[in-house]
């Protein structure tokens, strides 16, 4: 599927219509919470949901297109920032009076959309969520590089490693640092 930036858009303002006041529902949740339903949405059904492109970065998966939809979003006025004091840190909160336009999703989208804004924003912190996107599919791309859904499908499938495969890795770790 190619990236569906209206999709993407509605689900976005979906996201934050549904969090508007959701305390320290910030930027993090929200990469999250895209994330964990796109991944999800494939896992359960074997399709993109919107066909964004998600990128390896230290805390975890980010979708390529978020900054610029939150910018048109917030430059049309159906979105508004903020920034909070959480612990030792600045977090960008956004909120939205605007109903987003839910036409374009399923009814079975909607439930698993749903159901990951709920358990991320009432189940987790910033921190929490991000440990759990670091997950196989996550740790075997490069940062940087973009991940493809079915690498989230690894994390499901992957056996511990014997201690032949720990041994060899060691030796590879090895063998690098040694170049």
Known sequence: MSFDAEKFKALVVYVIWKTTDVRYFGLTK?????????ARIFEAYGRHLTG????????????????????QLVDAGVV???NEQ???HQTKQFSTQSPPDISVFAVEDLQLIDWWIGHIANDHTAVSISEK????GWRIVPEGDDLRL????ASRIRHPMSDEELRWAEDSARDVEKT
């Open 86 to 88: 959480v612990y030792d």
């Open 80 to 82: 508004q920032t903020t």
């Open 150 to 153: 079915k690498a989230f499908l």
């Open 30 to 38: 929200l990469n999250k919470t895209l994330w964990f339903a796109e």
């Open 133 to 136: 996107s670091h997950d196989y």
């Open 52 to 71: 964004e492109t998600y990128t390896r970065r230290q805390f975890g998966p980010v979708p390529r297109h978020l900054n610029d939809v939150l910018d």
